[in-house]
Protein backbone atom coordinates (compact mmCIF):
# COMPACT_ATOMS: atom_id res chain seq x y z
CA UNK A 1 0.00 0.00 0.00
CA UNK A 2 1.38 3.96 -0.72
CA UNK A 3 2.58 5.60 2.42
CA UNK A 4 1.51 8.64 0.08
CA UNK A 5 -2.55 7.88 0.80
CA UNK A 6 -2.06 7.69 4.70
CA UNK A 7 -0.36 11.14 4.29
CA UNK A 8 -3.25 12.29 2.70
CA UNK A 9 -6.23 10.39 5.07
CA UNK A 10 -7.80 13.00 7.55
CA UNK A 11 -6.44 12.67 11.19
CA UNK A 12 -3.36 11.37 10.17
CA UNK A 13 -0.87 13.45 10.98
CA UNK A 14 3.01 12.86 11.74
CA UNK A 15 2.41 10.66 14.45
CA UNK A 16 -0.16 8.16 13.44
CA UNK A 17 1.50 8.31 9.66
CA UNK A 18 4.89 6.95 11.58
CA UNK A 19 3.03 4.63 13.95
CA UNK A 20 1.31 3.29 11.23
CA UNK A 21 5.18 2.57 8.94
CA UNK A 22 5.94 0.71 11.86
CA UNK A 23 3.71 -2.04 11.18
CA UNK A 24 4.63 -4.34 7.95
CA UNK A 25 1.33 -4.00 6.21
CA UNK A 26 -0.73 -0.35 5.19
CA UNK A 27 -3.55 -2.77 4.42
CA UNK A 28 -6.48 -1.17 5.36
CA UNK A 29 -7.49 -4.09 8.15
CA UNK A 30 -3.50 -3.34 9.80
CA UNK A 31 -4.49 0.35 9.19
CA UNK A 32 -7.89 0.16 10.94
CA UNK A 33 -5.84 -2.18 13.72
CA UNK A 34 -3.57 0.13 14.60
CA UNK A 35 -5.13 3.62 14.30
CA UNK A 36 -8.72 2.67 14.91
CA UNK A 37 -11.74 2.18 12.78
CA UNK A 38 -12.55 5.62 12.37
CA UNK A 39 -9.33 6.75 10.77
CA UNK A 40 -9.42 2.74 9.09
CA UNK A 41 -12.42 4.48 6.67
CA UNK A 42 -11.13 7.43 5.84
CA UNK A 43 -8.30 5.40 4.63
CA UNK A 44 -10.38 3.20 2.32
CA UNK A 45 -12.22 6.19 1.00
CA UNK A 46 -8.83 7.66 0.06
CA UNK A 47 -7.58 4.37 -1.20
CA UNK A 48 -10.86 4.18 -3.48
CA UNK A 49 -10.38 7.77 -4.98
CA UNK A 50 -7.31 7.02 -6.02
CA UNK A 51 -6.24 10.32 -4.51
CA UNK A 52 -2.36 9.55 -4.17
CA UNK A 53 -1.93 8.61 -7.77
CA UNK A 54 -3.40 11.96 -8.85
CA UNK A 55 -1.98 14.15 -6.15
CA UNK A 56 1.71 12.32 -8.14
CA UNK A 57 0.66 12.90 -11.54
CA UNK A 58 -0.73 16.75 -10.90
CA UNK A 59 2.76 17.51 -9.14
CA UNK A 60 4.72 15.88 -11.86
CA UNK A 61 2.69 18.03 -14.29
CA UNK A 62 3.70 21.18 -12.18
CA UNK A 63 7.20 19.70 -11.49
CA UNK A 64 6.92 19.38 -7.85
CA UNK A 65 8.58 16.84 -6.06
CA UNK A 66 6.70 15.11 -3.02
CA UNK A 67 9.18 14.37 -0.17
CA UNK A 68 7.32 12.67 2.12
CA UNK A 69 8.32 12.15 6.19
CA UNK A 70 9.35 8.12 5.67
CA UNK A 71 11.93 9.35 2.83
CA UNK A 72 15.35 9.25 3.06
CA UNK A 73 15.53 12.32 1.51
CA UNK A 74 13.63 14.46 3.82
CA UNK A 75 15.04 17.63 5.73
CA UNK A 76 16.38 16.71 8.88
CA UNK A 77 16.13 20.08 10.71
CA UNK A 78 12.46 19.23 9.48
CA UNK A 79 12.30 15.27 11.20
CA UNK A 80 13.50 17.71 14.29
CA UNK A 81 10.11 19.66 15.26
CA UNK A 82 7.26 18.29 17.21
CA UNK A 83 5.08 17.86 14.46
CA UNK A 84 6.86 17.76 11.06
CA UNK A 85 5.03 17.77 7.71
CA UNK A 86 3.76 14.23 6.66
CA UNK A 87 4.78 15.22 3.19
CA UNK A 88 7.02 18.26 1.82
CA UNK A 89 5.97 19.97 -1.94
CA UNK A 90 9.06 20.92 -3.43
CA UNK A 91 10.05 22.95 -6.07
CA UNK A 92 13.40 23.68 -6.85
CA UNK A 93 15.82 22.84 -4.02
CA UNK A 94 16.06 23.84 -0.66
CA UNK A 95 19.57 25.44 0.14
CA UNK A 96 21.51 24.36 2.68
CA UNK A 97 21.40 25.09 6.70
CA UNK A 98 24.47 26.61 7.14
CA UNK A 99 24.47 29.47 4.56
CA UNK A 100 20.59 30.24 5.05
CA UNK A 101 19.18 33.20 6.45
CA UNK A 102 15.63 33.85 7.31
CA UNK A 103 13.87 37.10 6.42
CA UNK A 104 10.75 38.21 7.70
CA UNK A 105 8.92 41.40 8.31
CA UNK A 106 5.48 43.60 7.81
CA UNK A 107 3.55 43.04 4.59
CA UNK A 108 3.08 47.17 4.78
CA UNK A 109 6.77 47.42 4.81
CA UNK A 110 8.37 51.06 4.46
CA UNK A 111 10.59 52.17 1.60
CA UNK A 112 13.30 52.46 3.74
CA UNK A 113 12.62 48.85 5.03
CA UNK A 114 12.30 47.68 1.43
CA UNK A 115 15.07 49.18 0.26
CA UNK A 116 17.42 47.77 2.72
CA UNK A 117 16.18 44.26 2.52
CA UNK A 118 16.61 43.97 -0.91
CA UNK A 119 20.08 45.48 -0.91
CA UNK A 120 21.29 43.13 1.52
CA UNK A 121 19.77 40.30 0.80
CA UNK A 122 21.65 40.96 -3.08
CA UNK A 123 24.97 41.31 -0.46
CA UNK A 124 24.16 38.02 1.25
CA UNK A 125 23.66 36.26 -2.12
CA UNK A 126 27.39 37.69 -3.29
CA UNK A 127 28.43 36.09 -0.21
CA UNK A 128 26.81 32.86 -0.85
CA UNK A 129 23.70 33.24 1.62
CA UNK A 130 20.34 32.29 0.86
CA UNK A 131 17.23 33.91 1.79
CA UNK A 132 14.50 31.79 3.37
CA UNK A 133 11.08 33.54 3.34
CA UNK A 134 7.24 33.63 3.18
CA UNK A 135 6.74 35.20 -0.35
CA UNK A 136 4.69 37.88 0.68
CA UNK A 137 4.32 41.45 0.43
CA UNK A 138 6.85 43.48 1.58
CA UNK A 139 10.11 42.83 3.21
CA UNK A 140 9.74 38.99 2.35
CA UNK A 141 9.60 39.90 -1.64
CA UNK A 142 12.25 42.65 -1.27
CA UNK A 143 14.26 39.96 0.20
CA UNK A 144 13.72 37.20 -2.28
CA UNK A 145 13.82 39.59 -5.00
CA UNK A 146 17.66 40.80 -3.82
CA UNK A 147 18.58 37.54 -3.31
CA UNK A 148 17.62 36.50 -6.75
CA UNK A 149 19.12 39.73 -7.96
CA UNK A 150 22.67 38.65 -6.68
CA UNK A 151 22.11 34.57 -8.04
CA UNK A 152 21.05 32.81 -4.79
CA UNK A 153 18.84 29.78 -4.06
CA UNK A 154 15.92 31.68 -2.73
CA UNK A 155 13.17 30.18 -0.99
CA UNK A 156 9.62 31.02 -0.85
CA UNK A 157 7.66 28.95 2.23
CA UNK A 158 4.06 28.99 1.21
CA UNK A 159 1.02 29.54 3.73
CA UNK A 160 -1.28 27.57 0.99
CA UNK A 161 -0.40 24.74 -2.05
CA UNK A 162 2.43 25.67 -4.43
CA UNK A 163 -0.32 25.70 -7.09
CA UNK A 164 -2.27 28.37 -5.30
CA UNK A 165 0.50 31.06 -5.31
CA UNK A 166 -0.49 34.17 -2.91
CA UNK A 167 -0.55 37.12 -2.96
CA UNK A 168 -1.18 36.61 -6.77
CA UNK A 169 1.23 39.78 -7.65
CA UNK A 170 4.29 37.70 -6.87
CA UNK A 171 3.28 34.52 -9.24
CA UNK A 172 5.96 35.71 -12.00
CA UNK A 173 8.58 35.80 -9.15
CA UNK A 174 7.83 32.36 -7.65
CA UNK A 175 8.41 31.63 -11.22
CA UNK A 176 12.07 32.23 -10.59
CA UNK A 177 12.48 30.85 -7.66
CA UNK A 178 12.63 27.76 -5.48
CA UNK A 179 9.15 26.50 -3.08
CA UNK A 180 8.04 24.64 -0.24
CA UNK A 181 4.63 23.74 0.93
CA UNK A 182 3.26 21.27 3.22
CA UNK A 183 -0.12 21.45 2.01
CA UNK A 184 -1.61 19.21 -0.48
CA UNK A 185 -2.30 21.09 -4.05
CA UNK A 186 -5.40 23.19 -4.29
CA UNK A 187 -5.19 24.59 -0.86
CA UNK A 188 -5.98 28.00 -0.79
CA UNK A 189 -4.24 30.58 1.68
CA UNK A 190 -5.58 30.49 4.86
CA UNK A 191 -4.78 32.53 7.91
CA UNK A 192 -4.50 29.50 9.99
CA UNK A 193 -1.91 28.02 7.47
CA UNK A 194 0.50 30.98 8.07
CA UNK A 195 1.98 30.24 11.76
CA UNK A 196 2.64 26.64 10.56
CA UNK A 197 4.64 28.31 7.46
CA UNK A 198 6.65 30.45 9.75
CA UNK A 199 7.91 27.65 11.98
CA UNK A 200 8.86 26.27 8.80
CA UNK A 201 11.14 29.06 8.08
CA UNK A 202 12.39 28.91 11.36
CA UNK A 203 13.37 25.56 11.31
CA UNK A 204 15.28 25.71 7.74
CA UNK A 205 17.34 28.60 8.42
CA UNK A 206 20.61 29.05 10.40
CA UNK A 207 19.31 32.25 11.88
CA UNK A 208 16.28 34.77 11.22
CA UNK A 209 16.24 38.35 11.00
CA UNK A 210 13.48 40.77 11.68
CA UNK A 211 13.59 43.84 9.39
CA UNK A 212 10.59 45.90 10.21
CA UNK A 213 7.65 44.58 12.13
CA UNK A 214 5.13 45.60 15.06
CA UNK A 215 4.71 44.40 18.43
CA UNK A 216 1.43 42.06 16.50
CA UNK A 217 3.25 41.12 13.76
CA UNK A 218 3.75 37.66 12.26
CA UNK A 219 7.06 37.92 12.13
CA UNK A 220 7.62 37.87 15.78
CA UNK A 221 5.74 34.23 15.57
CA UNK A 222 8.23 33.08 13.38
CA UNK A 223 11.04 34.75 15.45
CA UNK A 224 9.49 32.83 18.79
CA UNK A 225 9.26 29.50 17.03
CA UNK A 226 13.16 30.78 15.87
CA UNK A 227 14.10 31.06 19.18
CA UNK A 228 12.32 27.47 20.55
CA UNK A 229 14.39 25.66 18.16
CA UNK A 230 17.87 27.31 19.18
CA UNK A 231 18.24 29.51 16.08
CA UNK A 232 19.46 32.96 16.40
CA UNK A 233 17.20 36.17 16.40
CA UNK A 234 18.58 39.00 14.56
CA UNK A 235 16.96 42.39 13.91
CA UNK A 236 17.17 45.91 12.44
CA UNK A 237 16.38 48.60 14.89
CA UNK A 238 13.71 51.31 13.95
CA UNK A 239 13.32 54.91 14.63
CA UNK A 240 11.77 54.69 18.75
CA UNK A 241 7.74 55.32 18.37
CA UNK A 242 7.73 54.25 15.18
CA UNK A 243 4.71 51.73 15.53
CA UNK A 244 6.40 49.36 12.27
CA UNK A 245 9.60 49.10 14.40
CA UNK A 246 8.66 48.39 17.58
CA UNK A 247 8.41 44.86 17.19
CA UNK A 248 12.21 44.82 15.93
CA UNK A 249 13.29 47.05 18.70
CA UNK A 250 11.50 45.54 21.69
CA UNK A 251 13.27 41.94 20.05
CA UNK A 252 16.70 44.06 20.38
CA UNK A 253 15.87 44.63 24.17
CA UNK A 254 14.99 40.98 24.88
CA UNK A 255 18.93 40.23 23.32
CA UNK A 256 18.38 39.79 19.42
CA UNK A 257 21.25 40.44 17.79
CA UNK A 258 21.11 44.08 16.47
CA UNK A 259 21.92 44.20 12.30
CA UNK A 260 23.19 47.21 10.30
CA UNK A 261 24.15 45.21 7.27
CA UNK A 262 24.79 42.41 5.07
CA UNK A 263 28.10 42.06 7.00
CA UNK A 264 26.26 41.85 10.81
CA UNK A 265 24.44 38.63 9.26
CA UNK A 266 27.62 36.32 8.27
CA UNK A 267 29.39 37.66 11.04
CA UNK A 268 26.61 36.00 12.82
CA UNK A 269 26.65 32.59 10.18
CA UNK A 270 30.50 32.83 11.17
CA UNK A 271 31.10 33.69 7.19
CA UNK A 272 33.63 35.78 6.43
CA UNK A 273 32.60 39.15 5.23
CA UNK A 274 34.14 39.79 1.53
CA UNK A 275 36.31 43.48 1.36
CA UNK A 276 34.48 45.45 -0.97
CA UNK A 277 36.56 46.68 -3.54
CA UNK A 278 37.02 50.24 -3.90
CA UNK A 279 35.22 52.21 -6.12
CA UNK A 280 36.88 55.02 -8.01
CA UNK A 281 34.84 58.08 -8.85
CA UNK A 282 35.31 60.17 -11.49
CA UNK A 283 33.67 63.87 -13.23
CA UNK A 284 29.78 64.42 -12.45
CA UNK A 285 29.36 60.85 -10.45
CA UNK A 286 32.08 61.82 -7.84
CA UNK A 287 30.65 65.44 -7.57
CA UNK A 288 26.95 64.03 -6.73
CA UNK A 289 28.68 61.64 -4.82
CA UNK A 290 30.66 64.38 -2.48
CA UNK A 291 27.61 66.34 -2.72
CA UNK A 292 24.99 63.71 -1.08
CA UNK A 293 27.86 62.95 1.66
CA UNK A 294 27.39 66.62 2.48
CA UNK A 295 23.98 66.64 2.36
CA UNK A 296 22.70 63.49 4.10
CA UNK A 297 19.46 63.46 1.57
CA UNK A 298 18.49 65.49 -1.62
CA UNK A 299 16.01 66.37 -4.29
CA UNK A 300 17.81 65.14 -7.38
CA UNK A 301 16.58 68.90 -8.29
CA UNK A 302 18.16 70.37 -5.40
CA UNK A 303 21.15 68.01 -6.76
CA UNK A 304 20.90 69.61 -10.54
CA UNK A 305 20.59 72.84 -9.30
CA UNK A 306 23.74 72.44 -7.01
CA UNK A 307 25.66 70.74 -9.58
CA UNK A 308 24.66 72.54 -12.89
CA UNK A 309 23.87 69.33 -14.39
CA UNK A 310 20.09 68.72 -15.53
CA UNK A 311 17.63 66.84 -13.63
CA UNK A 312 17.91 64.02 -16.03
CA UNK A 313 21.61 63.67 -15.85
CA UNK A 314 21.22 63.47 -12.09
CA UNK A 315 18.82 60.85 -12.31
CA UNK A 316 21.43 59.18 -14.87
CA UNK A 317 24.07 59.09 -12.64
CA UNK A 318 22.13 58.30 -9.09
CA UNK A 319 21.28 55.41 -10.97
CA UNK A 320 24.64 54.28 -11.55
CA UNK A 321 25.56 55.06 -8.02
CA UNK A 322 23.02 52.92 -6.81
CA UNK A 323 24.44 49.99 -8.88
CA UNK A 324 27.68 50.40 -6.95
CA UNK A 325 25.78 50.74 -3.59
CA UNK A 326 26.98 54.49 -3.58
CA UNK A 327 23.36 55.79 -3.66
CA UNK A 328 20.01 54.90 -1.47
CA UNK A 329 16.49 55.77 -2.81
CA UNK A 330 15.18 56.97 0.26
CA UNK A 331 10.65 57.52 0.67
CA UNK A 332 9.55 60.96 -0.86
CA UNK A 333 11.85 60.71 -4.29
CA UNK A 334 14.86 62.11 -2.04
CA UNK A 335 18.24 60.44 -2.10
CA UNK A 336 21.11 59.72 0.41
CA UNK A 337 25.03 58.45 0.48
CA UNK A 338 25.37 54.24 0.06
CA UNK A 339 27.08 52.25 2.20
Known amino acids: MDPLALALTPQVGPRRLMQALQSQSLSPEAVE???????????????????????????????????????????????QLESPPSVLYLRGEIPP??????VVGTRRASAWASDWA???????????????????RGIDTAAHQGNLEGGANTLGVLG?????????????????????SEFPLGTPPQAPLFPRRNRLIAALARSVLV???????????????ALELGRDVLAVPGRPGDPFSQGCNR????????VLGAEDVLGNLGLRVRPRP??????????????LLEL?????????????????????????LELKGLALALPGGRYGPGA
Do not use: C
Not at 160 to 180: C, F, G, H, T, V
Not at 211 to 225: C, M, N, Q, R, Y
Not at 278 to 291: D, I, K, N
Open 118 to 136: RKVALELAQAGVSVISGLA
Open 296 to 320: GQALPDDLAQALGLSPAEVLSHLTL
Open 33 to 79: ETLGPQIGAEYRKVLRQGRAEREREQAEKLGIRLVGLWEAGYPEVLR
Open 160 to 180: SALDQIYPPENRPLAQKMSLL
Open 251 to 258: LIQDGAGL
Open 278 to 291: AVELEGPEAALHRA
Open 97 to 102: FERSIG
Open 211 to 225: VEAGVKSGSLITAKF
